[in-house]
């Protein structure tokens, strides 16, 4: 009776609690709906009053957090969603974390210092001091802010006295690509939208000012030769003199505000582009990096970088002015129709001879870039290894293989340069040759009577046109390069993110895991390394995983950490399948150490902490005394500042395996996954971390050799060609007489 009437009383309180957070979902989509019927009333008054526009909706204090972010994202033309845990009415320790992976972009801490809302820092998360409600601060112009107040419905120009209000640190946003297989078209149309549209048309309207500008020198020379000259009229000239100088003074002013205007639009394109790449990137599915060295593929996700540069810089400047020099190709109709048509035809010589040698080339640059790639991830595997070949005596052998490859580039390098060097003489010489035919056209063909003052006009118009188009195709000639990297990142830019929309979020992970019934091989025609193997481990519960080399151990943690697809079965996280949750939610729960696990370059609160904003450095100093690192850290010289190099040579193989460990706990989580982790520390070492360990109360799951390492395991699971041979304690499987029994004797012997 007892036992039936808690039961009652629990499914009673569960419906209650179930009914209780319907009814909060309810009121929240109730009060949506009457913020977006708001935003909307808003946005058809901003057609008449500009003013509005961006005015931040009165919002409860609960709201003001999403609404201030959706403001900001608003300005970064990027879609702001709430995080499905908040939409369900579930509390979390981190809602601006929540927002951000539901959004699927990344946000990192800055700080205001100085004036900083005189200068274009892009749109801003922003908190105040009196109450630490958040505010958006959305840049007007580039030296002017705006703060949007959501919880008081109030948008405020940002002044030295509101500056002072909002606490030094703020938030800002990293927009990313939308998921999909992005081309180069997609890639500038996404920086020019992060960029301020003002300064692209600065650029448009600069350089059709200095078109205009430039038709001034053959007309005034006309004037000149024509009525100046043979009229001996000084006062003329000098007032021609005076507006030619006025001309070059404008053509200085027009060229330094285009100059700014493209610097800026650089910065903030490369900003945008360069860290949706790496966001992109970093959310590839773990097979994709198995195609690709680390330094091949670090080269090739910079290559967006320099096609950015290529686009932005000399080469956009160059296309505009040049095809705004174009005024003076209507000049020589104006002057000559049938002269003009003679330099149109010399122009579309020197068009033909450049796009020959442009398809030349575009071959060797294609190698270049290829070969390029290559010895980066070489020099990249060398150096990680020098140890390693000093050891072996392998100096001259790795001279030899990265000499192999750069002899080849240089050759190719050599290749392309020469068709430049021919290139470029065609250039110098052409423009004399096109001079000596005009003039034969002029005195053999054209029976048409032209002045001196107009033939010099005429001379002069060809010759600054002749000049715009040789310069816009050898800025074509560097565009040229594009074409070979670009096809080096399309593969990343090809790749989906392994993230899905479409899927929910696992919310607070309990612990409990079951591998059900899961197949894995890595190769169709491979033989399966993992068969059939089904693992339910419960909540708090301690799984050591013992096996000879090649069991499958590793692989299984791949499967669980979804680096890997199973080809049959599931494995189920809260009873909820992995392939069907957020899997970046998963992983945000887990404390993972894999074998071989390596460290970032940087200090040792670094790789603690890493870049998580509600971390300090007391987490840092817990995480290392859970992990029985703390003394060692105190007894260096610059503590938890210690700089760490990429190879760790600073510290030992213990203290590497315990900063790993530190990093992996830092965050407190309930399910813990160790390969390994633990092969270097002492047996002193190893009981403080499992005491520390044990007081987690998480879920963990340890592979090793060790016996030591598992013998205190609640349950031991053995492992021999990828299936599950043997599962029980320590005690039983002794008993048992079987494979891990043979393991363990041969350690006690």
């Keep these: 009776g007892r036992f039936h009437s808690l039961a009652l009383r629990t499914i009673s309180s569960r419906r209650q609690k179930q009914k209780q957070a319907e009814k909060r979902r309810l009121a929240e989509k109730e009060k949506n709906k009457?913020?977006?019927?708001?935003?909307?009333?808003?946005?058809?008054?901003?057609?008449?009053?500009?003013?509005?526009?961006?005015?931040?909706?009165?919002?409860?204090?609960?709201?003001?957090?999403?609404?201030?972010?959706?403001?900001?994202?608003?300005?970064?033309?990027?879609?702001?969603?709430?995080?499905p845990l908040a939409e369900k009415g579930i509390p979390t320790k981190d809602p601006l974390g929540d927002i951000a992976r539901a959004s699927r972009m990344r946000?990192?801490?800055?700080?205001?210092?100085?004036?900083?809302?005189?200068?274009?820092?892009?749109?801003?998360?922003?908190?105040?001091?009196?109450?630490?409600?958040?505010?958006?601060?959305l840049p007007l112009s580039p030296t002017q802010y705006r703060l949007h107040d959501p919880a008081g419905a109030t948008s405020l120009p940002v002044n030295e006295q509101l500056a002072a209000r909002v606490k030094p640190f703020a938030v800002f946003f990293y927009r990313p690509f939308?998921?999909?297989?992005?081309?180069?078209?997609?890639?500038?149309?996404?920086?020019?939208?992060?960029?301020?549209?003002?300064?692209?048309?600065?650029?448009?309207?600069?350089?059709?000012?200095?078109?205009?500008?430039?038709?001034?020198?053959?007309?005034?020379?006309?004037?000149?030769?024509?009525?100046?000259?043979?009229?001996?009229?000084?006062?003329?000239?000098?007032?021609?003199?005076?507006?030619?100088?006025?001309?070059?003074?404008?053509?200085l002013l027009f060229q330094l505000t285009r100059s700014l205007a493209v610097l800026r639009l650089e910065g903030r394109m490369e900003g945008a582009i360069q860290a949706a790449?790496?966001?992109?990137?970093?959310?590839?599915?773990?097979?994709?990096?198995?195609?690709?060295?680390?330094?091949?593929?670090?080269?090739?996700?910079?290559?967006l970088s320099q096609i950015r540069k290529m686009l932005s810089g000399v080469v956009i400047t160059t296309i505009i002015s040049s095809l705004f020099s174009f005024f003076n190709f209507g000049l020589l109709f104006y002057y000559d129709p049938k002269l003009a048509g003679v330099a149109t035809a010399l122009v579309v010589v020197a068009v033909t001879v450049t796009v020959f040698f442009q398809f030349r080339q575009m071959r060797y640059q294609r190698e270049v870039v290829d070969i390029s790639n290559k010895i980066a991830g070489l020099v990249l595997q060398l150096i990680g290894s020098v140890a390693k070949l000093r050891v072996a005596g392998a100096e001259k052998r790795a001279f030899y293989l990265w000499s192999k490859e750069?002899?080849?580039?240089?050759?190719?390098?050599?290749?392309?340069?020469?068709?430049?060097?021919?290139?470029?003489?065609?250039?110098?010489?052409?423009?004399?040759?096109?001079?000596?035919?005009?003039?034969?056209?002029?005195?053999?063909?054209?029976?048409?009577?032209?002045?001196?003052?107009?033939?010099?006009?005429?001379?002069?118009?060809?010759?600054?046109?002749?000049?715009?188009?040789?310069?816009?195709?050898?800025?074509?000639?560097?565009?040229?390069?594009?074409?070979?990297?670009?096809?080096?990142?399309?593969?990343?830019?090809?790749?989906?993110?392994?993230?899905?929309?479409?899927?929910?979020?696992?919310?607070?992970?309990?612990?409990?895991?079951?591998?059900s019934h899961v197949s894995f091989r890595y190769k169709k025609e491979a033989p399966l390394v993992l068969d059939d193997v089904s693992l339910q481990i419960q909540a708090g519960e301690y799984i050591g995983i013992v096996g000879t080399?090649?069991?499958?151990?590793?692989?299984?943690?791949?499967?669980?950490?979804?680096?890997?697809?199973?080809?049959?079965?599931?494995?189920?996280?809260?009873?909820?399948?992995?392939?069907?949750?957020?899997?970046?939610?998963?992983?945000?729960?887990l404390g993972?150490?894999?074998?071989?696990?390596?460290?970032m370059s940087g200090n040792i609160l670094t790789n603690i902490v890493g870049a998580n904003i509600h971390l300090n450095m007391d987490d840092a100093w817990e995480a290392a005394r859970m992990a029985g690192l703390d003394q060692d850290i105190k007894a260096m010289p610059m503590?938890?500042?210690?700089?760490?190099?990429?190879?760790?040579?600073?510290?030992?193989?213990?203290?590497?395996?315990?900063?790993?460990?530190?990093?992996?706990?830092?965050?407190?989580?309930?399910?813990?996954?160790?390969?390994?982790?633990?092969?270097?520390?002492?047996?002193?070492?190893?009981?403080?971390?499992?005491?520390?360990?044990?007081?987690?109360?998480?879920?963990?799951?340890?592979?090793?050799?060790?016996?030591?390492?598992?013998?205190?395991?609640?349950?031991?699971?053995?492992?021999d060609k990828g299936k599950v041979i043997e599962n029980g304690t320590y005690e039983q499987l002794m008993e048992k007489g079987g494979m891990f029994a043979e393991l363990a004797k041969r350690q006690l012997a």
């Design 406 to 515: 750069f002899i080849g580039l240089r050759k190719t390098d050599y290749k392309s340069r020469t068709i430049t060097n021919w290139l470029a003489t065609f250039n110098s010489v052409f423009p004399l040759i096109a001079s000596i035919v005009i003039f034969y056209t002029l005195v053999k063909v054209s029976h048409n009577a032209m002045g001196a003052g107009k033939f010099v006009a005429f001379n002069a118009a060809l010759t600054s046109f002749m000049a715009a188009v040789i310069s816009l195709f050898q800025s074509l000639i560097a565009v040229n390069v594009i074409i070979p990297l670009y096809e080096r990142i399309k593969p990343v830019l090809q790749a989906l993110p392994e993230y899905d929309d479409s899927k929910s979020d696992p919310g607070e992970l309990t612990g409990s895991i079951e591998v």
């Design 34 to 83: 009457r913020v977006f019927f708001e935003n909307a009333l808003k946005g058809i008054l901003s057609v008449t009053d500009p003013g509005r526009e961006g005015e931040a909706p009165e919002e409860s204090a609960d709201d003001a957090l999403l609404t201030a972010c959706r403001l900001v994202g608003r300005a970064m033309k990027m879609e702001i969603v709430p995080s």
């Design 549 to 589: 080399s090649g069991s499958g151990k590793s692989t299984l943690f791949r499967i669980l950490l979804g680096f890997e697809k199973p080809e049959a079965g599931q494995v189920f996280y809260n009873g909820q399948a992995l392939e069907k949750v957020d899997i970046r939610s998963v992983r945000s729960q």
């Design 178 to 251: 939308p998921k999909k297989v992005l081309t180069l078209r997609d890639i500038l149309i996404f920086g020019i939208e992060n960029s301020w549209k003002q300064d692209l048309a600065t650029v448009v309207l600069m350089g059709l000012f200095s078109g205009l500008l430039g038709m001034v020198i053959p007309i005034a020379t006309g004037i000149v030769f024509d009525t100046i000259i043979p009229g001996g009229d000084q006062a003329q000239l000098a007032q021609i003199a005076f507006f030619l100088a006025a001309g070059a003074l404008g053509g």
């Design 277 to 303: 790449v790496w966001d992109r990137l970093l959310s590839l599915p773990a097979p994709f990096f198995k195609e690709y060295t680390s330094g091949e593929l670090a080269m090739r996700a910079m290559g």
């Design 639 to 719: 503590g938890m500042h210690t700089a760490i190099s990429e190879g760790a040579g600073t510290l030992s193989g213990g203290q590497r395996q315990r900063l790993l460990i530190a990093r992996a706990i830092v965050n407190r989580p309930k399910i813990i996954f160790f390969d390994e982790a633990t092969s270097a520390l002492d047996n002193r070492t190893q009981s403080v971390v499992n005491e520390s360990l044990d007081q987690l109360q998480a879920t963990r799951v340890v592979i090793a050799h060790r016996l030591s390492t598992v013998v205190k395991c609640d349950r031991i699971v053995v492992m």
């Design 592 to 599: 993972v150490v894999l074998q071989n696990g390596q460290l």
């Design 107 to 137: 946000i990192r801490r800055v700080a205001l210092r100085g004036d900083w809302y005189k200068r274009d820092n892009g749109p801003l998360l922003a908190f105040m001091e009196e109450d630490g409600r958040p505010v958006a601060l």
